[in-house]
């Protein structure tokens, strides 16, 4: 490479903002933080902007417009404000590699129009695939521009691909959450501070919570379909508490490839930067030889229905995909607000599977009603 490949990180003051922010300041001499953009965490936004110096950032929620633009006067850095200047910002001539890192929906539109402007894209924001898997799909071969997965799992599956070798089967590999060995009655009072309470992950709040429902490995099922072509029941969840695997593939001849690493999102967040080459980078080493067991379980989609839901609605395709995601994120955020118990969050999205109508067109103007209508329907819920 050689100038600096320049970045706009969707979502930079989150999880996975900040660690790639992280990954650009370790290999500073390829890549540079073009656009920052948050929707409420104004001081980190601001501090970021003070630290890393892009040439534009984005405050998502306009009521915080004048305390950036305040706050970064004196630097030579151009700030907007609100959802469309997201779908602006991406498309700037001078970016090469948009990492859409914002959580939930809201990443769907901003990542759309990345893509027309045919920027490289670095995926992370994997309700975008959830909602418009097919959408997105078509308009990435349109544009001719590369989607590249960040979710560790789908990084190991990609790491993992043979061209012209087909894939038998993808083994998506499953930390269990914080509760999976808890009974139904120990279900029934769990909180959110225990569901915050990840394993072996460090993560943003939502995932975090949809972690511990099996919803996040339900949508990263929905991801897979779209990112590699599979058929749904070409995908099985393999819960592997431990999180060294960090998925498989298995291929016609039967042989079975690994990707295997430290939790530690920077790696592929790196690779996904550099790909197809690797960089020399600081993270924590795999060592065998502390590892004690790797264990593998089937999932129990009877005490996570969240799971199974998921797959129905791959099943049924159109817009049921997008009625998950949005009931999910009204019950997720719900739960969180100790509004609803666990219990309720799949309770809720199958009501709203049941009630909203059935589409089998797949326009972002038929995923946008979806949305809208699948968040007032569930809010009417709780
Ligand atoms: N964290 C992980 O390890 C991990 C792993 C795999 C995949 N992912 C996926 O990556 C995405 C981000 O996850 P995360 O854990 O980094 O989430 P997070 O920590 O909650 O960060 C979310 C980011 O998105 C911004 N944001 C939220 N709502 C927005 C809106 N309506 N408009 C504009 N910006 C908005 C947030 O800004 P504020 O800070 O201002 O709220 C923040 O910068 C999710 O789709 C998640 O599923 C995450």
């Not at 948050?38 to 929620?61: F, G, M």
């Not at 910002?89 to 590699?97: A, L, R």
Request: proline share 4%; net charge negative.
């Amino acid at each position: 490479m050689n100038e600096k490949k320049r970045i706009a990180i969707l979502g930079s003051t989150g999880s996975i903002g900040t660690q790639a922010l992280e990954v650009i300041e370790e290999q500073n001499h390829l890549y540079e933080a073009y656009v920052l953009t948050a929707n409420n965490s104004v001081d980190k936004l601001i501090a970021q902007a003070r630290k890393y110096q892009p040439a534009t950032v984005v405050i998502a929620n306009e009521s915080h417009y004048d305390t950036v633009r305040n706050a970064l006067a004196d630097l030579p850095i151009k700030v907007y404000a609100g959802a469309d200047a997201l779908c602006q910002v991406v498309q700037d001539e001078n970016v090469d590699i948009v990492l859409a890192s914002m959580v939930g929906f809201a990443g769907l539109r901003p990542t759309i129009s990345a893509i027309q402007a045919g920027k490289m894209i670095a995926l992370a924001n994997k309700e975008t695939l959830v909602v418009a898997g097919e959408l997105i799909g078509r308009l990435a071969a349109e544009y001719k521009v590369p989607i590249i997965p960040v979710d560790s799992e789908h990084s190991a599956i990609f790491q993992c691909l043979e061209p012209g070798n087909k894939i038998e089967k993808i083994l998506l590999t499953c930390s269990g959450g914080p509760f999976r060995k808890f009974s139904d009655e120990e279900l029934q009072h769990v909180t959110k501070d225990h569901a915050l309470a990840h394993p072996t992950w460090n993560m943003g709040a939502k995932i975090t919570i949809d972690s511990a429902t099996l919803m996040n490995k339900g949508f990263e099922v929905i991801e897979a379909k779209w990112l590699f072509g599979v058929r749904p029941e070409q995908i099985q969840v393999v819960v592997h508490p431990q999180s060294v695997i960090h998925s498989m593939v298995q291929f016609e001849d039967g042989a079975v490839k690994a990707q295997l690493g430290v939790p530690d999102m920077r790696l592929p967040i790196q690779y996904a930067f550099s790909y197809p080459h690797r960089l020399k980078a600081s993270f924590d080493r795999v060592d065998f030889f502390k590892m004690k067991d790797l264990t593998f379980e089937q999932p129990d989609t009877r005490r996570f229905p969240c799971l199974q839901l998921a797959y129905e609605a791959l099943g049924r395709g159109g817009n049921m995909p997008c009625i998950v995601n949005a009931a999910n994120e009204i019950a997720n955020r719900a739960f969180i607000d100790d509004r609803i118990s666990f219990h309720r969050i799949s309770e809720i999205i199958e009501q709203a599977m049941a009630h909203i109508d059935f589409s089998t067109d797949s326009s972002l103007d038929t995923y946008l009603l979806t949305d809208k209508a699948t968040r007032h329907y569930a809010q009417t819920l709780i």
